[in-house]
């Protein structure tokens, strides 16, 4: 019996004696396996899934079923006299199951929507949102804010911190606030600061950092009599600003505290876990992979590219503002997990948190 799982639905190895009745049989007791072990926790046994009558088996028929899936990879035996326990390629057939059921719709978050539209700013909500990831799902919430690069802008100013050090705040349409100090080789006065500000806004509002980049180099390559010195000086300080501009977005993490429940990761997996968590970066570049890819991602175990994530899994949802900016949230935890729930709760919170960026 071989079942991809990468596609569940009918496949079957060549030269197996089989028809789609005993297929579905397998595929069945399968996902009845990994279900019955993901509530329990414990290494499911033949006679407890014959017990449930579904399928019209013996005990030692479905003992020669699971033995079969446990020679294919997709279950594993911890102890010679102990029942059978899902590996991340049945966690992974298991999910593909669930996805290809037609998807899995939001599940609704009662009572949270207010909260999270309630937010004073767009930091408070994206915090407010992982924090609701981990209550709900009793994992660890993740929420990547969408990269400022992509954010149109509404408003640009300049305010003079010292003489030679100038503080540039960029508003974008959304609210989103973005804020850096650079040094500049002579000093500005307030008001051409002020000037430098409205110029830059009224030349290129409506686009985002990502395009001014390329419009500032174009502008400033151009015949230097179109510009008078107060435009010419404002230019360079826009270009000033976003030059080596990192193309970074705030991480918010909560619910560590989470994995702590259960006992489901070893030790020393969790000290890796936990300095990844402290670092940020990986999580950043996985939660950003997710905005460039459409619907639900999710990393099981030893599918996780980073060592430090393949004691456990990721399940990952985009989001998207009205205007366009995009992002991604998310939950880490055990590969034992109500992967149903977890899914349908996570996509919800995207849905909200899209809403709420308006």
């Known amino acids: 019996m071989v079942i991809d799982p990468q596609s569940p639905a009918k496949q079957v190895s060549a030269g197996i004696r089989s ?9 069945r007791i399968l996902g009845d396996a990994v279900e019955a072990y993901i509530q329990s926790g414990l290494p499911v046994g033949s006679r407890r899934l014959a017990r449930r009558g579904r399928y019209g088996l013996s005990a030692a028929t479905v003992r020669n079923v699971l033995s079969d899936l446990e020679q294919e990879g997709y279950l594993s035996k911890p102890h010679t006299s102990a029942g059978r326990v899902p590996t991340d390629k049945g966690y992974r057939f298991y999910v593909n199951r669930i996805l290809a059921r037609g998807g899995v719709e939001p599940i609704s978050v009662e009572g949270r929507e207010d909260w999270l539209h309630h937010s004073q700013n767009r930091e408070t909500l994206l915090a407010r949102a992982s924090r609701l990831l981990a209550d709900l799902t009793h994992q660890v919430g993740m929420v990547l804010a969408p990269n400022v690069a992509d954010a149109p802008l509404k408003h640009m100013e300049f305010l003079a911190i ?18 850096k100090a650079f040094d500049v080789p002579e000093p500005y006065s307030a008001e051409d600061l002020q000037r430098a500000g409205r110029f830059l806004k009224e030349e290129f509002a409506g686009l985002t950092l990502r395009q001014m980049r390329g419009r500032l180099l174009e502008k400033m390559a151009e015949d230097r009599a179109r510009y008078d010195t107060l435009r010419r ?36 997996e969790m000290r890796a876990l936990l300095a990844t968590f402290e670092e940020k970066k990986r999580i950043v570049e996985l939660l950003g992979a997710c905005i460039a890819r459409p619907g639900k991602a999710v990393f099981i175990g030893t599918e996780n590219p980073d060592e430090p994530f393949r004691c456990c899994s990721l399940v990952l949802v985009p989001y998207c503002s009205p ?30 948190v899209s809403k709420a960026m308006a």
Do not use: W
């Open 233 to 268: 000086r404002a230019l360079a300080l826009g270009q000033r600003c976003l030059e080596d501009e990192t193309e970074s977005s705030d991480l918010y993490v909560e619910g560590t505290e989470n994995l702590l429940d259960g006992g489901e990761i070893e030790v020393e």
């Open 19 to 27: 028809s789609e009745t005993f297929e579905e049989r397998g595929e």
């Open 323 to 352: 205007q366009g900016e995009r992002g991604a949230l998310g939950i880490v935890g055990p590969t034992r997990m109500e992967y149903s729930k977890v899914l349908g709760t996570v996509s919800g919170v995207a849905h909200l």
């Open 162 to 179: 010292s003489p030679r050090r100038v503080l540039a705040v960029f508003v974008a349409g959304s609210g989103l606030v973005h804020h």
